[in-house]
């Protein structure tokens, strides 16, 4: 029987967070982070990204670090990729889930990637070919799905938009992984953006991927459980942020998601006590307290 009350959580402590370390953390600490994140038992965590070492140089040591982690049966691990070298590289390290990322706003994209939203999707037909024909499963992030950190407010619209593109690119066999890419959006803004997006996606299969800079990610996750999201993304010790969004802060924190899920009465099959150990790590090695 499908538990209705279940909720899949994705941590992207790894990825979304130490892409965002001033100082690079040495491949030995990531692969520490992830192998405490793999007791806890997530459905998945996303790994590393491979891109350009030159753009991100914080990652460039995505080969190394998945050849180093200890994968648990039933976790999957996710990386995500830009472009077709990425998604080679990916294969190679034998990723998961491959993770295109793209932008509901123009200004965001050409930071972040170097290119229009249009370019963007041109440059993931190669991946999505190659990610189709090993047989992973995809997922397609749209970044700044309430505001862009260059242009402001994005509509709802806009969002609608390039969850298209990204569907009609994948022939609908796609994750989308809304980015709340600036964490300050309010409960109203995020069930606004679902509306829309809901024309073309059911709510249960969207995921929700909130920055928290305003402390307002827990009551966005309230107000998306009740329009029918179930899956969300959060980092352990609140790790995130992107480098081309300034003013961003970390993601929501696992450890808060977990303790207002069980809360309300929703299960996610995720231990808090290795979450709470695996952040440990995470403050370890970025020197900070949890959310700071
Ligand atoms: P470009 O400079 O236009 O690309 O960047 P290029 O094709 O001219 O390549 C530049 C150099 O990078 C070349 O090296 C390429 O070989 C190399 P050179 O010949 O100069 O030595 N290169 C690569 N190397 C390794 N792996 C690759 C790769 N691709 C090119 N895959 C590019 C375009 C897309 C590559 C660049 O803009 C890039 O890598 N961007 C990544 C940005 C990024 O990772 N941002 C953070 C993730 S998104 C995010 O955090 C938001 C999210 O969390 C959701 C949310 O919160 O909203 C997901
Ligand atoms: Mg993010």
Known sequence: MIDSRFVRITEVGPRDGLQNETDIVPPREKIALVDALG???????EVTSFVSPRW??????????MEGIDRRPGTVYSVLCPNQKGVERA???????????????????????????????ERFRPVVES???????????????????YEGAVSP??????V?????????????????????ADPDQIEAMLEEVEIDVPVAAIDLHLHDTRGKALSCVERALECGVRAFDSSCAGLGGCPFAPGASGNLATEALLDFLEEGGWTTNVNRDAVLAAAAIANRITGRKSGE
């Open 39 to 45: 007791t806890a038992g997530f459905p998945e965590i």
């Open 56 to 65: 991100v140089p914080q990652l460039a040591d995505a080969a190394e670090v």
């Open 91 to 121: 294969l190679e390290a034998d990723a998961d889930k491959i993770s295109i990322f793209t932008a509901a706003s123009e200004s965001f994209c050409q930071r972040n990637l170097n290119a229009t939203i249009e370019e963007s999707i």
């Open 131 to 149: 990610a189709r024909a090993a047989g992973l499963p995809m997922r397609g992030y749209v970044s700044c799905a309430v505001e862009c950190p």
């Open 157 to 162: 619209e806009q969002v609608g938009e390039t």
């Open 164 to 184: 298209r593109r990204l569907l009609a690119l994948a022939d609908g066999d796609i994750e989308i992984a809304l980015g709340e890419t600036l964490g300050v």
